[in-house]
């Protein structure tokens, strides 16, 4: 669609792939109610969001409780209202297939962390909603891409997870966020997830400061439940 991409990159963000829902498929409601025909994942590869995130932030006079939420729902509604829109997110209630959407838009696999791996990004990146067309929009998708995990024979961030929660069988959340909670899970709160980092696809890394960020999110999920 022309001129999105630029409306999204003043915000460090960028279109994440898009697909069509197929006739009779239980899509979520569009712009003007009916059934959306059209989807368009946004996010991020990398820090790219940080700086304007971060700016946003520091205007405030008061710090929200969900930040990056409240961030990503303000940029993304004004985008969606000027491309007649809708726009959704994965904080929304009842909760939206998010994964599989980005796995549809993308073709990308899982890592053993859960975290989708990207073949340019790594586990460096996310999506930060989705906007939901009624009108048939041009999407273009690269084919099927590398799965870099198929491709790594060290697998760092199995044998680097202190809490033994990856594993080729999948990525048990419980068992991470127990220890993430334990005296011995400090490691992990204060610098970011071990085995994430031990990933050596990792150019486009966060940066320390948003790391940390992230991990203290993380940390108050896991205390609200």
């Not at 059209?38 to 700016?55: D, E, K, R, S, Y």
């Not at 209202?81 to 209630?93: M, T």
């Not at 906007?131 to 891409?145: A, K």
Request: hydrophobic letters at 40%; charged letters at 20%; glycine letters at 14%.
């Amino acid at each position: 669609m022309i001129g999105l991409e630029e409306a999204l990159a003043g915000h460090g963000l960028i279109p994440r792939g898009g697909f069509s829902f197929s006739a009779g498929e239980a899509a979520p409601p569009g712009p003007s109610g009916i059934p959306a025909r059209n989807a368009v994942l946004v996010g991020h590869g990398g820090g790219t969001i940080w700086p304007h995130f971060a700016a946003w932030l520091a205007a405030r006079a008061h710090r929200p409780d969900n930040p990056l939420d409240t961030w990503s729902r303000e940029v993304l509604e004004h985008v969606a209202e000027r491309f007649g829109a809708r726009a959704v997110f994965p904080s929304d209630k009842p909760w939206l297939p998010f994964q599989q959407w980005a796995m549809r838009a993308e073709g990308l696999k899982p890592s053993p962390l859960g975290i989708l791996m990207h073949p340019e990004f790594g586990l460096w990146h996310a999506y930060r909603g989705a906007l939901l067309f009624d009108v048939e929009i041009s999407i273009q998708r690269d084919g099927n891409p590398i799965h870099l995990c198929d491709l790594c024979v060290g697998k760092g961030c199995v044998n680097s997870c202190p809490a033994d929660a990856a594993s080729g069988q999948g990525f048990d959340a419980g068992r991470c966020g127990d220890w993430l909670r334990s005296d011995a899970g400090e490691p992990c709160r204060s610098g970011g997830c071990l085995a994430r980092a031990a990933c050596p696809h990792d150019g486009h890394r966060y940066g320390d400061e948003q790391t940390v960020f992230h991990m203290a999110a993380r940390l108050r999920a896991l205390e609200t439940g």
